[in-house]
């Protein structure tokens, strides 16, 4: 099978870097899979999982990222997000204090910018809880 070069970048490491066969992305109407030689193009990625499938293997690989974009030009396809971690990394206390934290702002009286920030936060809490759970069950 044909496959791409692919990078994904988060806010604080290159969270992969190497060759693909499929990804599946979050975009904001649903879920978005790229193969080698697709369209040009730029989308928007939500709170969400990302999967991808390495050449010679029949394992998935995710990761839980946040919004950013993915843009394929030239059987090349860069993920830009703001966080990536594979699931079982996640520290689930860490996410359930995200979750309170923001859950706590929207209560409170915000400008329609900071009401967007914390729903943000709070659809990323709540989506790495649910992956950490997941994962943990398989």
């Known amino acids: 099978m044909n496959s791409f070069n692919l990078k994904v970048i988060a806010s604080d490491k290159v969270f992969y870097d190497g060759r693909c066969e499929c990804l599946i992305v979050p975009a904001l109407d649903g879920e978005l899979a790229v193969m080698a030689h ?7 990625i939500t709170v969400g999982e990302l999967r991808f499938r390495e050449p010679d293997s029949d394992a998935w690989r995710k990761a839980v990222v946040g919004i950013g974009f993915v843009h394929v030009a030239h ?3 860069t993920v830009m997000v703001d966080t990536a971690e594979r699931p079982e990394d996640i520290d689930e206390v860490r996410a359930q204090e995200a979750l309170e934290r923001a859950q706590e702002q929207l209560r409170q009286k915000q400008s329609i910018q900071e009401y967007h920030v914390s729903q943000a936060s709070l659809a990323r809490a709540m989506y790495r ?6 994962h943990e069950i398989k």
């Open 75 to 77: 059987n090349r396809v």
């Open 129 to 134: 809880l649910k992956r950490r759970h997941v």
């Open 38 to 44: 697709h369209q040009n193009m730029v989308v928007a």
